[in-house]
């Protein structure tokens, strides 16, 4: 995973950094309808298909259906003993300390976690990327020319583009959760995902890390020979990781139909009538 990983990133890498570095205040750089990236162009010229047209999308696998979260395939990934500082690894599974955090940021998830502080969902805002893919959320995936789009059960969209453009400016992914992602299809049977700019995205699902402006994520999205859909992540960020910090997740395709979504954070609205009375002191 590792090996193909760093390929793609370093494919994507001439897209990147072209457009990453839009200093504060200046002008957000447009989206431009240039010619293909270098890793696109490199696919199409190989033969494969880009879902560019409904006849490429044909071409493509079939992603259809809902998917779910498996737990025993990563839906426990960056928990409590993955986090964990190293020297408590003898109390803990052989997962301990795999998750590569910085001293500053093994502090600051540890206040958080000490304070049971709340994530984005339980506030009615986004979980954002990549974090919310570990939640216990279905989604589902929809191909339309030169797009994939992954619908989620909670509302939140991630649109990644596969017709070649640049990366918006992270200036302009200021207030992101979702991030820009931009992809390619790697022998018509990978997605292939880079995605920067989401800095208000959480990392993960439990008393989590947020991600800054500088949070890189490079995703290979593809069924694996279960039938599983199988994300494998590399996410590296300076300030957070002391190096890329890499992680697979699986989801089954489930019988279900995802619902529509509904948040009411600290609603006390009833109608006629608004209770503007505080609410108690937590014990």
Wanted: hydrophobic letters at 35%; aromatic letters at 6%.
């Amino acid at each position: 995973m590792s090996a193909s990983i760093v390929k793609a990133a370093l494919a994507l890498s001439a897209v990147s950094l072209a457009s990453c570095g839009g200093a504060a205040g200046s002008a957000p750089a447009p989206v431009t309808q240039s010619a293909p990236s270098a890793a696109v162009a490199t696919a199409a010229a190989q033969g494969s298909p880009q879902g560019d047209s409904w006849d490429s999308i044909a071409q493509l696998p079939d992603w259809s259906g809902v998917w779910a979260l498996n737990m025993a395939g990563g839906g426990r990934e960056a928990g409590e003993d993955a986090l964990a500082s190293a020297n408590l690894c003898g109390k803990l599974g052989p997962d301990c300390g795999r998750v590569p955090l910085t001293a500053k940021y093994r502090r600051l998830r540890a206040i958080a976690s000490a304070k049971d502080a709340q994530q984005n969902m339980s506030k009615c805002l986004p979980a954002g990327t990549p974090g919310i893919l570990q939640h216990g959320v279905m989604h589902e995936y929809l191909f339309t020319p030169g797009r994939v789009t992954i619908l989620i059960e909670n509302g939140e969209v991630r649109r990644i583009y596969t017709d070649g453009r640049p990366h918006r400016s992270l200036e302009e992914m200021r207030d992101s959760y979702e991030g820009d992602s931009i992809g390619h299809w790697e022998n018509g049977k990978v997605l292939v995902v880079d995605t920067i700019g989401f800095p208000n995205g959480t990392l993960w699902k439990d008393h989590g890390v947020m991600a800054t402006k500088n949070s890189h994520l490079v995703e290979r999205i593809f069924r694996n020979d279960k039938g599983q859909m199988e994300i494998d992540s590399s996410l590296t960020d300076p300030a957070i990781f002391t190096r890329p910090y890499e992680y697979q997740r699986r989801y089954d395709p489930v019988n279900l139909v995802m619902t529509e979504p509904l948040c009411q954070a600290n609603n006390r609205d009833s109608g006629d009538d608004i209770d503007l009375t505080p609410p108690p002191d937590e014990p």
